[in-house]
């Protein structure tokens, strides 16, 4: 039994469907029918790319395991049984022999006031549409406005986290809210802001100083206002106080802060390390042999780093669900297990228009050259949609950005404080019997 059908889950699943498919069942719970391919999501909130494009059917690219859709919220680890909530609040239960926990993570929120009430976080399909739909409305709202102060904070845009997601969000803003204003000439003279906030010395400080500055270049040279150094104090639905003392006035806040393991994971009742469940270099929980954890869920020792767990990446999500399947398909008695040791093949950031940051093989690359890694990249790791994908860039690059609001998603469907990474997760109770 695999829980959650992430860049972990979705590979766990696959790669025991080949090694044991034909001798034993395997079954994926996971909240959604689909796997989202996380790193393209800005480019959804942009209208760049359909939707459709980075949701990976699980049915269609998991032949030979059965998925049950739900949220679980019950595990016992004695009488060794999952139970979980469907769709439709129904209840499902089942008894495994083995266990992959691959829950992932959720937004991580600060204890900051009025940021769980005013901000919209980024983790999924239905905030990637209400963001794009919010964005729309405030430049059509702002066309309207009359009180130059309404219409000055309906342009004022603020993301708050500069790490990968809050600095593609960034980088996109611009260029969507560029062809938004085009159509309103009412906006000819309006400046149109997008602040970019963090307490740390520059954007993308996990990467290399020259993927930074690179990031950093591309973003001033669209406008935005980079703020290191700074972040919100407080947040009100007409403005936001900067831990500066400076108020400025917007009516969106874009949290992109980071990302905490799925609360799933503190009920267990099992040593954790930040919030991480503790796992053996092949994914054991220590003390449970049947139980395997993988992803940002788990925290992996990092053998090219001692003392270090590995960082919570699509990368090492997707080598640690390979590895689950093997050491799993190992414990049955096929094949052999293996520890976790993982080398770096570098990063890749999708900065919008032509711009891109890439350092394949530690290689740093900038501008045309990097898109055509970044986007080559992205390709050859989505398990379908690549036609697509490819199709709704070329689309994009000839013809203008289609912009209207869609509707699809409410404000209050996607709470930032309750957002798992699909859909927003009722609380349950988790642990041993």
């Not at 089942?94 to 009430?117: C, E, M």
Request: overall charge negative; some cysteine; glycine content about 10%.
């Amino acid at each position: 039994m695999i829980v959650g059908g992430g860049f972990a889950g979705h590979t766990a699943a696959r790669g025991l469907a080949k090694r044991i498919g034909h001798t034993a069942e395997i079954v994926l719970i996971n909240p959604t029918d689909y796997f989202l391919y996380l790193p393209l999501l800005p480019e959804v909130a942009a209208g760049v790319i359909d939707p459709r494009r980075i949701t990976v059917p699980l049915a269609a690219t998991l032949p030979g395991v059965r998925v049950a859709l739900g949220e679980v919220d019950t595990i016992d680890l004695d009488a060794r049984t999952v139970g979980w909530t469907d769709p439709e609040d129904g209840r499902g239960e089942l008894r495994y022999d083995r266990l992959v926990l691959a829950a992932g993570s959720v937004n991580k929120l600060l204890p900051i006031p009025g940021v769980a009430d005013h901000a919209h976080g980024f983790r999924g399909i239905p905030e990637a549409l209400y963001l794009r739909d919010h964005i729309t409305r405030q430049i059509e709202l702002a066309a309207c406005a009359t009180d130059p102060g309404e219409r000055e904070a309906r342009c004022t845009f603020v993301v708050v986290g500069a790490g990968y997601t809050g600095t593609e969000v960034a980088a996109q803003g611009p260029l969507l809210t560029d062809a938004l204003v085009r159509q309103h000439a009412e906006l000819n003279d309006q400046p149109v802001r997008w602040l970019l906030l963090d307490l740390a010395e520059r954007v993308l400080p996990e990467l290399d100083p020259r993927l930074s500055h690179t990031a950093d270049q591309v973003l001033r040279e669209r406008g935005v206002e980079v703020r290191t150094g700074q972040s919100v104090q407080e947040a009100t639905r007409e403005h936001v106080c900067l831990t500066t003392g400076e108020k400025v006035p917007t009516r969106t806040l874009v949290w992109c802060v980071g990302v905490r393991p799925d609360p799933l994971v503190e009920g267990l009742g099992l040593p954790t390390e930040k919030g991480r469940l503790v796992v053996d270099t092949q994914l054991t929980v220590p003390g449970h042999p049947d139980v395997f954890a993988c992803g940002d869920a788990a925290a992996v020792p990092d053998l090219t780093r001692p003392g270090e767990v590995t960082a919570m990446t699509a990368q090492h999500a997707t080598r640690q669900g390979k590895l689950a399947a093997r050491n799993v398909a190992a414990s049955l008695g096929v094949g052999s297990p293996r520890g976790y040791r993982h080398h770096d093949l570098g990063f890749v950031v999708e900065l919008g228009g032509h711009d891109a940051a890439a350092n394949p093989l530690h290689v740093p690359l900038s501008g045309v050259v990097a898109k055509a890694v970044t986007r080559g990249y992205h390709l050859l790791s989505m398990p379908t949609n690549r036609a697509r994908t490819a199709a709704d860039w070329l689309l994009d690059a000839v013809l203008p950005r289609q912009t209207v609001q869609l509707g699809l998603v409410r404000g209050p469907d996607v709470p930032l404080e309750t957002t798992s990474p699909e859909v927003g997760r009722p609380k349950g109770t988790i642990g041993s019997r």
